[in-house]
């Protein structure tokens, strides 16, 4: 087993900064798909991929970032909400590390998940109606691609990060020092 964590879970989890805060609680390196998939594309915004290319190019891009990350050591990755739709992402990422769902009450995720107009998804005629389907459709896909489920709401990041270690630890596959003690081994 590595010490790799893969953070999965909807848009407006919190993936992106509670992965960065675990990065720096772990002593790892933080690295996020949707980042790595706007650097491969010379800066442009996932919003404008969406629109130039469509949604099943962004996904041949997601799972090409997914592959380059097998076999990297050190990292807590943070994965595009629709990154566990495909079997072959499915494998990647379980590949790559040990997989959290962080999962939040869906009045949370709405809140957050629309609150900034960068999620293509969601700039829709009806955003609820989108957001409750293709919540509902993957949250079965969540569970079942995750080793361990941390639910974020109501905690802050902080405690949200603490969350994730305790399962962590709870579940025997990882052993962290207290909060400031960046050594880890699994
Ligand atoms: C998507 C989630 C987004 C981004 C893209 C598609 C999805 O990432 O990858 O807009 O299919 O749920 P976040 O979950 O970080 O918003």
């Known amino acids: 087993m590595n010490s790799n964590i893969v953070l999965i879970g909807f848009m407006g989890c919190g993936k992106s900064s509670i992965?960065?805060?675990?990065?720096?609680?772990?002593g790892h390196s933080f690295m996020d798909s949707d980042e790595l998939i706007i650097a491969r594309a010379g800066g442009k915004s996932i919003s404008d991929l969406f629109a130039e290319e469509g949604e099943e190019r962004f996904?041949?891009?997601?799972?090409?970032?997914?592959?380059?990350?097998?076999?990297v050591q050190g990292i807590i990755?943070?994965?595009?909400?629709?990154?566990v739709l495909s079997q072959e992402n499915r494998d990647l990422l379980r590949s790559i590390g040990t997989v959290v769902w962080l999962h939040?009450?869906?009045e949370t995720l709405f809140?957050?998940?629309?609150?900034?107009r960068?999620?293509?998804?969601?700039?829709?005629?009806?955003?609820?109606?989108?957001?409750?389907a293709l919540l509902e459709s993957r949250i079965?896909?969540?569970?079942?691609?995750?080793?361990l489920k941390v639910h974020a709401?109501?905690?802050?990041?902080?405690?949200?990060?603490?969350?994730i270690v305790r399962a962590l630890e709870g579940s025997g596959k990882a052993s962290f020092g207290p909060s400031g003690d960046s050594a880890c081994s699994v």
């Open 104 to 106: 939040a009450d869906s």
């Open 111 to 116: 809140e957050r998940a629309t609150r900034s």
């Open 19 to 26: 992965g960065r805060r675990l990065a720096s609680r772990i």
């Open 118 to 132: 960068k999620r293509p998804l969601l700039e829709v005629e009806n955003p609820r109606g989108t957001f409750n």
């Open 59 to 71: 996904r041949e891009r997601e799972t090409a970032e997914l592959r380059e990350l097998v076999g």
């Open 153 to 163: 709401s109501g905690l802050s990041h902080e405690q949200t990060v603490e969350e």
């Open 140 to 147: 079965p896909v969540y569970e079942a691609t995750a080793e």
């Open 77 to 83: 990755l943070a994965t595009g909400g629709g990154a």
